[in-house]
């Protein structure tokens, strides 16, 4: 079994900046990545960001497009954390983020294996 929490989401002004953190716990050790998605609602979950295990502290990074260069994921592989730091934020990056671990290298929702239960973010302008 895999436990995927999340935390660190918040209400937030346009321009400004969070810092997302998630924490995987359990079965992970075939868990390679571990990334973010977002959800509003009446749309579907989508693709933020995701980092793909090399070896030891090595990862990759990928990025949605409408995130390049405003946003930073990270990855901490003796804590098995990932982070997301967000900045520039916009109102339309309100939504619910999730965290996701996956056994394969994807920008699919459908091969994550274990998600979070998500945390808020809520950009006012």
């Known amino acids: 079994q895999v436990q995927v929490v999340e935390s660190g989401g918040g209400l937030v002004q346009a321009g400004g900046s969070l810092r997302l953190s998630c924490a995987a716990s359990g079965s992970i050790s075939s868990m390679n990545t571990m990334g973010w998605f977002r959800q509003t609602p009446g749309k579907e979950r989508e693709f933020v960001a995701t980092t793909v295990w090399s070896s030891g502290n090595i990862y990759y990074a990928y990025y949605a497009d409408f995130v390049k260069g405003r946003f930073t994921i990270s990855r901490d592989n003796a804590k098995n954390t990932v982070y997301l730091r967000m900045s520039s934020l916009k109102p339309e990056d309100t939504a619910m983020y999730y965290c996701?671990?996956?056994?394969?290298?994807?920008?699919?929702?459908?091969?994550?294996?274990?998600w979070g239960q998500g945390t808020q973010v809520t950009v006012s302008s």
């Open positions: 996701a671990v996956s056994r394969k290298e994807s920008r699919l929702v459908k091969e994550y294996n274990y």
